[in-house]
């Protein structure tokens, strides 16, 4: 008789720590997606003084990157 109160008591903690586990999973949130670090603007560089900026502030001809208009101007 004893035995069986000491599985019903083991028992009724396995039942207790998967309940646990089970609140513990409804809790947790789904593991969100990370962003991919957004990418570091793509740098050029000016073919008359060398200067890297970003492409998107880089002046251009088309295949030549510079970093201001005078320098465009010097190229040409
Ligand atoms: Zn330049």
């Excluded at 670090?37 to 002046?59: F, S």
Aim: aromatic fraction near 6%; charged fraction near 20%; glycine fraction near 6%.
């Amino acid at each position: 008789m004893k035995l069986l109160v000491v599985f019903l008591v083991v028992l009724f903690g396995v039942w207790l720590w998967r309940q646990g586990r089970l609140a513990d999973r409804a809790d947790t949130k789904p593991p969100t997606p990370r962003k991919p670090p957004a990418l570091p603007n793509e740098m050029v560089r000016c073919a008359v003084c060398g200067l890297h900026l970003p492409a998107t502030e880089a002046v251009s001809n088309g295949r030549v990157s510079f970093c201001s208009v005078e320098h465009q101007r010097q190229a040409e």
